[in-house]
C-alpha cells in the first residue's frame, strides 16, 4: 500500500514543483528577481507558503530552479552560434557566441539578470544539476577555444575568463556604468576585448 | 543684508553635506547599499528627512554622493600602480592595475558593490562631478595602453573595455558564481585577459 501512495504521489508533486518553477519564471521575467517571494508565488499557485519549502527547501531553491530555467533557454541560442561557425578560426566562433549571449541578455533581460544577482546564502551548496547546466554553457566556449589551448585546465580558465569579461562589458553597458548605454559601442567593445583575446590567446597561456 | 544671510548660511549647509556624506558612507560599508535609506540617515544626523532631499535633490544624490567617495578612494592604489611600473611594457602596467582593483574590491565590499548596484531611475542624470571621477580613473588604463593605441577614440574604447573584463572577472569571482570563490584562480583568469588582451592589442584595433 505504502509503495502505492508514494507512485501516486510524484507525479502531483512534479506536476506542483513545474507549475510554481512556470510561476516564477514568469513573476522574474515580469519584475524581477526582488518580486520572487514565497507568499506570492504561493498565493497563486493556491498553495501554502510551506508548500514552497517543502517541495524547494527554501526560497532560494525555487530561485534555482527559476535560474535553471534561464541557462537552459541561453544555452539555445549559444549552441546555435557554436554550430554556425563550424570550422571558422577561434575569435570569429567566440565573437558570435558573445554575440548571442548580448543578444540572450537583451531580450530576457530581468531572467537574465535574475541569474546573477542571486546570492546564496553562506554555507547554501549550489545544486549539482545547477553546476552541470553551468559547466555545458561554458564548455561551449571551451570548445571554441579547443584548438588554440589543448590544455583541458587552462581552456577552462580561459572560458570562464572570456565569459566574465563579456559579461562584464554587457552587464555595465546595460546599466549605464561606463557611459550611457549605447548598442554599438558596446559591441565594439566587446569585439575589442574578443580578437585582442583570440590574438593572444596562445602567448598568454 | 541678503548676502550676508547667503554667506553664513553656505557654510553650514556644506557642513550639513560632508556629515551626511560621512554617514551615507559609513552606512554602505557597514551594511551595503540597500541600508543607505534616508528615514535612516537623517535619524542619525539628527536633520528631518527633507533636509536630504533639500542637500542632495533625492536619495539618488546621496547614493551617488557617497559612491563618490568610494571612486577618489579607489583612484590612490591605482595610481600608485600605475606610477610604481612607469616605463615598464603594457601588459605589465595593466596588471598591476588590475591587481591593485582587485585588492580594493576586496578590502572595500560593501562600498566597491555599492558603485555597481546603484542604478539610477530612468530619465535621471548622472551629475557631472561623477562622470569626470569616472572619466579620471578609465584615464589610469588610457595611460597604461597609450604607447600601444595612439588613436583616442580606439583607446577610451580599449580602456572600457578592459575595465568591465577585470571587473566581469573580479565580480562574478566574490560571488561565486562561475565557482566556488578561489583567489589564486581569480589572480590567473584576470592575468589570462590581461595578457591575452595586452598581446592582442595592437592586432585587434
Not at 580558465?157 to 572570456?162: N, S, V
Not at 553597458?173 to 559601442?185: G, I
Request: hydrophobic letters at 45%; proline letters at 5%; charged letters at 25%.
Amino acid at each position: 500500500m505504502s509503495q502505492q501512495t508514494a507512485a501516486d504521489e510524484r507525479p502531483f508533486r512534479e506536476r506542483l514543483r513545474s507549475q510554481l518553477v512556470a510561476i516564477a519564471c514568469r513573476t522574474v521575467a515580469a519584475e524581477g528577481l526582488g518580486a520572487l517571494q514565497a507568499r506570492r508565488i504561493a498565493t497563486e499557485a493556491g498553495c501554502a507558503v510551506g508548500t514552497i519549502y517543502n517541495v524547494f527547501g527554501d526560497i532560494d531553491g525555487l530561485i534555482l530552479a527559476a535560474n535553471e530555467v534561464t541557462l537552459d533557454l541561453m544555452g539555445e541560442p549559444l549552441r546555435h552560434a557554436l554550430a554556425a561557425t563550424e570550422g571558422m578560426p577561434c575569435g570569429k566562433r567566440l565573437l558570435a557566441l558573445a554575440d548571442a549571449y548580448t543578444e540572450f541578455a537583451r531580450s530576457h533581460p530581468l531572467p537574465w539578470r535574475a541569474v546573477f544577482e542571486h546570492r546564496l546564502q553562506p554555507g547554501r551548496e549550489l545544486p549539482e544539476r545547477y553546476g552541470e547546466k553551468r559547466a555545458k554553457l561554458l564548455s561551449l566556449i571551451e570548445e571554441a577555444i579547443a584548438p588554440e589551448v589543448p590544455d583541458t585546465e587552462s581552456r577552462r580558465r580561459a572560458a570562464r575568463a572570456l565569459f566574465a569579461a563579456v559579461h562584464g562589458i554587457v552587464a555595465l553597458a546595460f546599466d549605464n556604468k561606463l557611459q550611457p548605454f549605447d548598442r554599438v559601442e558596446t559591441e565594439r567593445e566587446i569585439r575589442f576585448i574578443v580578437e585582442a583575446a583570440a590574438a593572444g590567446l596562445v602567448k598568454a597561456l
